[in-house]
């Protein structure tokens, strides 16, 4: 069974930066492309960022492309997520996820793709 633990959320004020880790157990870690999401209260899940599972291909939301940087360590099973200029409209609920299926060609930045999802971890940006 793959486990997913997201960490470093947390409150911080707006123009601050923050990095969220998400350690993945249970299966090859390095053979699946990870991905970010988050829910901020009263609105649906979105995409966030999302990388290969050789970490070559990255691709960002247009809302925090230039600000957030996805990577992976895959020695240490664990992606991350570094989160700078934070704004008040990042607040949110962040949630990793791991892909589907082995190997996938790309990245992915649709939610149904991913079987496997971490508890969350909440991120409060304040102005």
């Known amino acids: 069974q793959v486990q997913l633990v997201e960490s470093g959320g947390g409150l911080v004020q707006a123009g601050g930066s923050l990095r969220l880790s998400c350690a993945a157990s249970?299966?090859?870690?390095?053979?699946?492309?990870m991905g970010w999401f988050r829910q901020a209260p009263g609105k649906e899940r979105e995409f966030v960022a999302t990388?290969?599972?050789?970490?070559?291909?990255?691709y960002y939301a247009g809302s925090v492309k230039g600000r957030f940087t996805v990577s992976r360590d895959n020695a240490k099973n664990t992606v991350y997520l570094q989160m700078n200029s934070l704004k008040p409209e990042d607040t949110a609920v962040y949630y990793c996820?791991?892909?589907?299926?082995?190997?996938?060609?790309?990245?992915?930045?649709?939610?149904?793709?991913?079987?496997?999802w971490g508890q969350g971890t909440q991120v409060t940006v304040s102005s």
């Open positions: 996820a791991q892909h589907s299926r082995p190997y996938y060609r790309d990245t992915s930045y649709f939610a149904r793709d991913y079987g496997f």
């Open positions: 990388i290969s599972w050789s970490g070559t291909t990255t």
């Open positions: 249970g299966r090859a870690f390095g053979s699946y492309t």
